[in-house]
Antibody
Framework: QVTLRESGPALVKPTQTLTLTCTFS??????????VSWIRQPPGKALEWLAL???????YYSTSLKTRLTISKDTSKNQVVLTMANMDPVDTATYYC?????????????????WGQGTLVTVSS | QSVLTQPPSVSGAPGQRVTISCTGS?????????VHWYQQFPGTAPKLLIY???NRPSGVPDRFSGSKSGTSASLAITGLQAEDEADYYC???????????FGGGTKLTVL
């Protein structure tokens, strides 16, 4: 059974760095084709893809946010961590982690088959 | 402004058929990349509804179907039910941006 769960602070101040952890089970991020991604959704707005890390430790970032984002993994702990620097009130959103399972590096076929429940992060002083 | 364009809202009466469009460009859908669809109820995480343009994960009713042509894709829901009232998002990959992209979402209202 595949599960993912996001954890992190519910409230951060402007200019602070946000650190979110995705703890997963039911699969291994060292298996070829496995990836974990972060996606966010501001209240009442659309989904926005943020970052992806794959089984080979390759990392991909949103073009508009890449200077602020860092994604990393700890395979032994089944965790993926996302940091976002210089938080702003516009970054207030529910942050989700989600799994991608593929047979290899086929980005054009990637979809998110399992999602965490999400964690709401509010940026306010 | 989303890379993939969806109508903000669609509606239909119970039992009817509705479609939700997802329009992209030559750098995403038109480039041959797959389109996937997600269903999201208020306060919950998105759920995979259609993958690889036309495929339904186990447990998704066959009332839901997907199609793709050129630079666009569509989600069709037949035999509309009250429980289908939700937000729907399309997703693909963009080779120019080298990122995964979502549509702006469509709110389905069952009248």
């Amino acid at each position: 059974q595949v599960t993912l769960r996001e954890s992190g602070p519910a409230l951060v101040k402007p200019t602070q760095t946000l650190t979110l952890t995705c703890t997963f089970s039911g699969f291994s991020l060292s298996t070829t084709g496995m990836c974990v991604s972060w996606i966010r959704q501001p209240p009442g707005k659309a989904l926005e893809w943020l970052a992806l890390i794959d089984w080979d430790d390759d990392r991909y970032y949103s073009t508009s946010l890449k200077t602020r984002l860092t994604i990393s993994k700890d395979t032994s702990k089944n965790q993926v961590v996302l940091t976002m620097a210089n938080m702003d009130p516009v970054d207030t959103a529910t942050y989700y982690c989600a799994r991608i399972r593929s047979s290899g590096w086929y980005p054009g076929k990637y979809y998110f088959d399992y999602w965490g429940q999400g964690t709401l992060v509010t940026v306010s002083s | 402004q989303s890379v993939l364009t969806q109508p903000p809202s669609v509606s239909g009466a119970p039992g009817q058929r509705v479609t939700i469009s997802c329009t992209g460009s030559s750098s995403n859908i038109g480039a041959g990349y797959d389109v996937h669809w997600y269903q999201q109820f208020p306060g919950t995480a998105p759920k995979l509804l259609i993958y690889g343009n036309t495929n339904r994960p186990s447990g998704v009713p066959d009332r839901f179907s997907g199609s793709k042509s050129g630079t666009s894709a569509s989600l069709a829901i037949t035999g509309l039910q009250a429980e289908d009232e939700a937000d729907y998002y399309c997703q693909s990959y963009d080779i120019s941006l080298r990122v995964w992209v979502f549509g702006g979402g469509t709110k389905l209202t069952v009248l």
